[in-house]
């Protein structure tokens, strides 16, 4: 498992977080059954407070992603395949709405379209760095497992 935080983002710091263990586990790359790092190990590598991830799991709980076992750990929950797919999509299409979004802010902005094509390469290339990174010791405000 990988998570990256941003500190300066306007996100809050649960959503980021909940955000990605959500489509790690709807894009299949946490499968049902692996575990999670326990609720203070995540808190520690990623410097957050244990609470705020107490309220992530049991979200993710509540919303049947996850398993909570009292006393043997997090996992990921057993899902139809068809609950799965019907999220992903979902997912999908609120990211593709947030990017139309962010797009016409720039451009309200200023921004111009060279510009902007620009970012979102240099973008796309940075995920892919982190993407090959996942297997590099854990870096600080990151976690990978």
Not at 13 to 32: F, H, K, Y
């Amino acid at each position: 498992m990988f998570i990256r935080i941003q500190r300066g983002s306007p996100v809050p710091i649960s959503r980021q977080i909940d955000g990605q263990i959500r489509a790690q586990i709807l894009a299949g790359s946490l499968r049902p059954e692996d575990q999670l790092p326990s609720v203070r190990q995540l808190a520690r590598e990623l410097a957050v407070n244990v609470n705020t991830v107490v309220r992530v799991y049991e979200r993710l709980s509540a919303e049947g992603l996850i398993e909570l076992r009292h006393g043997d750990g997090t996992y990921v929950a057993q899902r139809p395949k068809g609950a799965d797919s019907t999220q992903l999509a979902q997912r999908r299409r609120e990211f593709l709405l947030e990017v139309d979004a962010l797009v016409r802010r720039g451009l309200m902005l200023g921004v111009t379209v060279a510009e902007l094509s620009h970012r979102l390469s240099e973008s796309i290339q940075r995920a892919q760095q982190d993407a090959s990174s996942v297997d590099s010791p854990t870096r600080k405000n990151e976690v990978s497992s």
